[in-house]
């Protein structure tokens, strides 16, 4: 699938007796793309234009969207030839991931101190789709 539109959002602890802050933005892309480099550099600009120092943020995240299949694309106008490019280096980044194992070969800007894991400290049980969380009786 190829993104059309991406928004950056951040917020801080609701919760919290803190000062808080909230904030999203939304770039329609004039090419949509499947691309994690240019994915990547639109969610930078976003958060720099929506980021304020002095807040402590709970949750940051990006959601992609006007979503489209990647093979219906049509050819852009400038820069087909470096998106060409773009997207053989992702397939090239994919086959070395298959091969050798998940993250093997990323982008810089992903925290190689270890994978991010959301917190699931108040999460319902999975009955239906993890057998080790179903009901025991004895």
């Known amino acids: 699938m190829a993104a059309g539109a991406l928004t950056v959002f951040i917020h801080t602890n ?24 240019e994915l990547l550099a639109w969610a930078l600009k976003g958060l720099g234009r929506i980021y304020r ?7 940051v995240g990006v959601t992609l969207l006007n979503l489209k299949l990647a093979e219906r694309l049509t050819v852009r106008l400038f820069g087909q030839a470096d998106f060409e490019r773009a997207q053989r280096v992702m397939r090239a980044m994919d086959e070395i991931n298959r091969r050798l194992g998940r993250d ?5 800007i992903v925290n190689p ?4 894991q959301t917190k699931a400290l108040r999460r319902s049980r999975r009955y239906t789709t993890s057998l ?5 009786v004895k």
Do not use: C, M, S
């Open 14 to 37: 609701r919760f919290n007796n803190e000062p808080q802050y909230g904030n999203a933005a939304t770039f329609e892309l004039a090419n949509a793309t499947d691309t994690t480099d």
């Open 53 to 59: 120092h002095g807040f402590r943020y709970k949750k």
């Open 104 to 108: 093997t070969i990323r982008f810089g």
């Open 113 to 116: 101190a270890g994978r991010w």
């Open 132 to 136: 080790k969380e179903v009901l025991h």
